[in-house]
């Protein structure tokens, strides 16, 4: 391990869970979480998308990019984080889709 603490790259796969999608609250509660993990950078694409499309990522910072996902009930995403906190940071955007970003009424 480095001065700089190790870097670490991790690849999981998130389902859309909650009924509404992926629409403007949830993908504001998930860029607030992916924000905390700052020195990490995070990235969510469609499964169903082309991997060599390079359009098909998007900085899971961005409620913008994370809205052009257009991902419905039922969507499969891969979340890539790489950095220091990558684990961390999957595991809290996990809970989040498992947890249907706590927007249930």
Do not use: W, Y
Request: proline share 4%.
């Amino acid at each position: 391990m480095g001065p700089m603490g190790s870097k670490t790259s991790v690849e999981i796969t998130v389902r859309v869970q909650n009924k509404n999608g992926l629409h403007a609250r949830p993908s504001s509660v998930l860029a607030e979480t992916a924000l905390r993990f700052a020195e990490t950078s995070i990235s969510l694409r469609r499964t169903d998308s082309d991997v060599a499309d390079a359009n098909a990522l998007v900085d899971a910072k961005s409620i913008m990019e994370l809205l052009l996902l257009a991902a419905g009930p039922g969507t499969e995403l891969t979340l890539l984080a790489d950095g220091p906190q990558a684990n961390e940071a999957c595991d809290a955007i996990r809970a989040l889709f498992e947890r249907e970003f706590d927007l249930s009424l």
